[in-house]
């Protein structure tokens, strides 16, 4: 089966770069991918693979059926660009200014349509069915792409029974990465106002100082990770802003602060939001200050299944060999909107190297000067369509 993949690989993957430089060429935002969706849909027709628009949003669904019936896996790619100027200087650079893909979507997506060209050749030869899922806007934290097309029925009509996704990232190409359990982390918000009463600065006895307030309500919350969480956890909790007081010599009425909280543990993500609520609530209680609070989750934790993530790293280990198929040893620090998808059904989520003497320098997503060596495109389709097919084809 590995020389078939490779075949059909080589027969397509002029074609799959012609698309993804295409795509790289005209990025689109989260929610405006109309002309890549457009060009998604037109591709999966071409091959004769049942496809639905406007899933979602802008989100596209293809479904390749197998010769018998199975279960059916789901292969998310995602569309949207950044809000980037492109400062590379690739013959195929973005030619809309100020945006970018700068996160590789552009090569997600061609990935994810080079799988479908390779799948739906070996459709007489896969038991169950493939639901390929473009999705629009995952870069748009807390409201992306993922829920409204759970909202408009993906995981369903086929049942979905597992999910596998991948994203570009900063290792040596032939390399992918994975582990199970948490993969990529959960980014959160936090909103603090502190009221208190405005009064002389010689008389501060007068009022109730909402300054003091914020600062024993910043030094306590450094205590949640320090004190409150197991030290082999890890969190984040950081005030990143703060904004309060009018004049050197008046007592402070008003402080509002901004931060941001990540977690990377199912149990601590549990119990982190009321710490912080508690904490805030009651160092303003014991200063007489009255407070606002608002915490507003983001993307949730991206969590890979420990069985799936065994099964899909054999299936790599089959096509890349053991040395390049690596366990990570941590979770990113990033949120990622596939976590969606992982909520309900098991899923994988894994790390595709694109690393290479071309672009050592320049891997780090979200960057203009971010560069993929499209020779990674290959090792990304051939992953894909390898996990799909045992997944499918191993079962009893
Ligand atoms: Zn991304």
């Known amino acids: 089966m590995i020389d078939r993949l490779d075949a059909l690989i080589k027969k397509n993957i002029d074609k799959v770069i012609a698309i993804r430089r295409d795509i790289h060429e005209y990025p689109e ?12 849909a037109e591709e999966l027709e071409k091959l004769g693979i049942e496809t639905q628009k406007n899933i979602g949003g802008t989100g596209v669904v293809g479904l390749i059926k197998g010769r018998a019936s199975g279960k059916t896996i789901l292969l998310r790619a995602d569309m949207d660009a950044l809000p980037i100027d492109e400062l590379t200087d690739l013959e195929y650079k973005s030619k809309v200014p100020g945006k970018m893909h700068a996160c590789g979507h552009d090569v997600h997506t061609s990935i994810l349509l080079g799988t479908a060209m390779v799948l739906s050749e070996l459709r007489d030869e896969i038991k169950g069915n493939i639901k390929l899922v473009f999705q629009p806007a995952e870069e748009c934290n807390p409201t ?23 994203h570009v990232w900063d290792l040596p190409l032939g390399q992918v990465a994975l582990k199970s359990g948490p993969i990529m ?111 507003v989750n983001g993307y949730p934790l991206t969590i890979n299944d420990d069985v799936l993530t065994e099964e899909v790293k054999n299936s790599f280990i089959k096509v890349l060999g ?9 979770p990113a620090s990033g949120g990622e909107d596939f976590s969606e998808f992982a909520k309900y059904v098991p899923s994988v989520f894994y790390w595709l190297g694109i690393r290479t003497d071309i672009n050592k320098d320049k891997c780090v997503i979200h960057n203009p000067n971010f560069v993929v060596d499209e020779k990674a495109i290959p090792i990304g389709i051939k992953t894909m369509c390898a996990a799909a097919l045992d997944c499918l084809n191993n079962e009893d």
């Open 29 to 40: 935002l989260g929610m405006e991918e109309f002309r890549t969706s457009a060009k998604v």
């Open 144 to 166: 992306g792409g993922a829920r409204y097309m759970i909202e408009d029925g993906v995981l369903e009509n086929p049942k979905v029974d597992a999910a596998l996704a991948l």
């Open 185 to 295: 982390a959960q980014s959160d918000r936090i909103f603090i106002t502190i009221k208190g009463k405005s009064s002389h600065g010689a008389q501060p006895h007068e009022g109730i100082d909402a300054i003091i307030a914020a600062a024993h309500v910043i030094t306590a919350l450094q205590t949640i990770v320090s004190r409150k969480i197991d030290p082999m956890d890890s969190a984040v909790v950081s005030i990143g802003k703060i904004n309060g007081g009018s004049r050197y010599n008046v007592i402070a009425d008003t402080v509002s602060m901004e931060g941001t909280v990540r977690l990377f543990d199912a149990k601590v993500a549990t119990v982190i939001p009321d710490m912080i609520k508690e904490i805030v609530a009651n160092v303003c209680n014991a200063f007489g200050c009255e407070h606002e609070f608002q915490y």
């Open 322 to 330: 053991e040395d390049n198929v690596i366990t990570a040893q941590r």
